[in-house]
């Protein structure tokens, strides 16, 4: 039987790693430090490992994967074009890119507490995912 707690969960998880390479992608452009620009770059490329490995397990219970919801983009674009029409710097690709690590953790540890019949797989994979948001959280402080 299928557990719709499971699913759920790697949905949303899955959804939360293409907004995250959503995100990346919007600033990369802007960035000018290189080392930024490596760690930007690094976290995105573990963003789509994680996200293959979602969508791996999706498939597996045959289910699909989950797109960020247009508003969700749309607004992000939005709060993004706006900040760096502002002031276009490191430190506001920084800003922007941690507020959205710090609104994914938050939303991923509700949906872990929501989806408690999930299977460990799944979160596992969830925690991973809140892992790597926290640690580039930490690696973008210096830029803030």
């Known amino acids: 039987m299928i557990n719709k707690d499971t699913i759920y969960l790697l949905r949303e998880c899955n959804s ?20 930024m620009k490596n760690i930007l770059s690094a976290s995105k490329a573990q963003h789509e490992k994680i996200g293959d490995r979602l969508h791996i397990q999706l498939e597996k219970y045959g289910d699909e994967t989950k797109e960020p919801s247009i508003m969700a983009k749309s607004m992000s674009w939005m709060k993004t074009s706006a900040k760096l029409a502002m002031e276009d710097s490191d430190r506001v690709c ?6 959205g690590c710090n609104m994914g953790i938050k939303t991923l540890y509700r949906y872990l507490n929501e989806y408690t019949a999930a299977e460990e797989d799944a979160r596992i994979l969830c925690k991973d995912l809140i892992q790597l948001e926290e640690s580039l959280t930490e690696d973008l402080r210096v830029y803030l």
């Not at 907004?19 to 990346?24: E, F, I, K, N, R």
């Not at 920084?94 to 507020?99: F, R, V």
């Open 94 to 99: 920084a800003d922007l890119i941690t507020d």
């Open 16 to 35: 939360g790693t293409k907004m995250a390479v959503y995100s990346m992608d919007e600033v990369l452009e802007k960035v000018k430090d290189p080392n």
